[in-house]
């Protein structure tokens, strides 16, 4: 049980993660990412946040609470060296998951991780990525930043506890380079048709993995929002050589409307099946769904 948490809890994040990880991958958009970029008219763009509920089914174990996952996208107007000089702001997004409920509690084992990425919005990019990784009671900090002219990016991890870098890493990249947070968004950036498959690079822990993504079907799904339409897509995410070097499959719907929301995710091991739905959807203040 605790090695299944140790391996699930980051790519859900991709998740999710959304990250899934949360999650939470992909949605249609009908404009070109440079036309969406240049005028920051993205699905996320206006303040959203998105909260996750996930749960574990197998045998006895049924509708048991492992984690909740939060993401959220805004902008700003104080712009990193690393972005272009032109670009009149970024966009800042966060992404959050920590272990929760009676599974936590069997398991006798705590997980936290916490991802913030800087993204250029024109053309699409990530900058930079922060990212804190709390197991019990160990922690690693790490930071990768994006030289997009080299295109190359340095990854270093810490100890808090101590002054020196446990590992500094420079690999090479090619475009359009993503990592596991902000390639759930840049995904929701395009279009997608049943029976094709999108690939992206993305970058995570000092390396860099092709991350395929496959559109299975369209159909109508009963969520927080209601009775909806959406897109089921497939991220290829397992194997020896992907991002997680175990057996699974996770399957995302993501609405057909204008918000292009991935409302579900069901994520299958051999150790039993992740459902993560939809909780909440806020924009700023007001919230649309609970």
Known sequence: MLLLIDRSHTFLLTIA?????????????????GQQSANLALPFSRGEELVYQTEFNRGLLHGVDV?????SANTSRIVPKEAAADDPVVLILVGDVASKGLFTRLAGFHFHQHVESVVDPNPFRVLRTNKVDQQNKRTRLSEAVFDHEARK????????NQSQPLRTTVIDFSEPIQDVLTV?????????????SLDVPVSDSGRVF????????RKKISSVLGRVNAVRVQPAMFGDSALVRSRGTLSIWITEDSRHLPIKAQ????????????????YHETTLAR
Do not use: H
Request: zero cysteines; hydrophobic letters at 45%.
């Open 267 to 282: 994520l299958k091991l051999d150790m039993g099946t992740f459902d993560i739905k939809l909780k909440r959807v806020n």
């Open 210 to 217: 092709r991350f395929s993504v496959a559109v299975m079907e």
């Open 184 to 196: 759930v968004y840049f995904l929701r950036t395009q279009r997608l048709e049943v029976g094709k």
């Open 153 to 160: 990016v340095t990854w270093t991890e810490r100890d808090p």
């Open 17 to 33: 993660r959304v990250g899934f990880t949360l999650l939470l991958l992909t949605a249609a958009f009908d404009r070109t990412p």
């Open 67 to 71: 984690a909740e996952f939060r993401f």
